[in-house]
């Protein structure tokens, strides 16, 4: 079993930085991707950035780009996210999950219906 679990949101005003951590449990005999998405009050959840195993290819949404880097910590071995240049709307809780079975393109999409393991999520909020 497959279980994510997030840490290190908090609060921030804007301009500032968070890192978020994902430490997740389980095997892998496949390619699988890790994602990071988030949900806002009122909206639908999306995908912030994605890490291909074994790849390591990242895919991040438009308004990452350039904020935003996901990558693998070997220190503490998690799957991180460090977000820079906050903004008031990247306000959401956040969640780690997933894709056990994945292909590159899958893990492009990021596409939330095709992970099958999800984190309690950890909530940032970022002021103006």
């Known amino acids: 079993q497959v279980q994510p679990v997030e840490s290190g949101g908090g609060s921030v005003q804007a301009g500032g930085s968070l890192r978020l951590s994902c430490a997740i449990s389980?095997?892998?005999?496949?390619?699988?991707?890790v994602g990071w998405f988030r949900q806002a009050p009122g909206k639908e959840r999306e995908g912030v950035a994605t890490l291909h195993f074994p790849s390591i290819w990242s895919y991040y949404t438009d308004s990452a780009k350039g904020r935003f880097t996901i990558f693998r910590s070997g220190e503490k071995n998690t799957i991180d996210l460090q977000m820079n240049r906050l903004k008031p709307e990247d306000t959401a809780m956040y969640y780690c999950?997933?894709?056990?079975?994945?292909?590159?393109?899958?893990?492009?999409?990021?596409?939330?219906?095709?992970?099958?393991?999800w984190g309690q999520g950890t909530q940032v909020t970022v002021s103006s």
């Open positions: 389980g095997d892998f005999s496949r390619p699988y991707c």
């Open positions: 999950a997933v894709d056990a079975a994945t292909t590159a393109n899958r893990c492009m999409s990021k596409d939330a219906l095709n992970f099958d393991f």
